[in-house]
């Protein structure tokens, strides 16, 4: 399966529209988003990363690097609970530092953590 393919599989997957997925890795229109998945247009290794993270997956996944299609391996978020509190976090330009290290933590401390950081920003707790 080629990246456009996975790309476009794992978007579905999270129910996200080609605009959606476009807003979160700052294009401007869909149209670029297309163009990748349909193989028209390339990636380069950085973007690779950000598709990764906007995914919620691994660039392994991405890249054709795993073997396991089929399973949840190319999840970047062990935990189910996690992955949606990271993606809270990541939808939240001003917790990106979170994002990264996250990728293991219980629920739990990663919303601690995230309330620490508003905290720490003077910015409402609730978002």
Known sequence: MAIGDRIRKRRE???LTQQQLADRL???SKATINKIEAG???IS??????FAH??????EYLMEMDDVEETQQHKYYFNDETAKVAQE???SSDLHALFDAARN???????????????LKGTNIDG
């Open 40 to 42: 028209i247009n390339g």
């Open 26 to 28: 700052g294009y401007k």
């Open 105 to 119: 933590s219980k629920p739990e401390d990663l919303k601690m953590a995230a309330d620490l950081l508003r905290r």
């Open 54 to 59: 906007a995914l919620n997956t691994t660039i």
């Open 45 to 50: 290794q950085r973007r690779i990363v950000d």
């Open 89 to 91: 976090i990541f939808d």
């Open 13 to 15: 997957e999270l129910g």
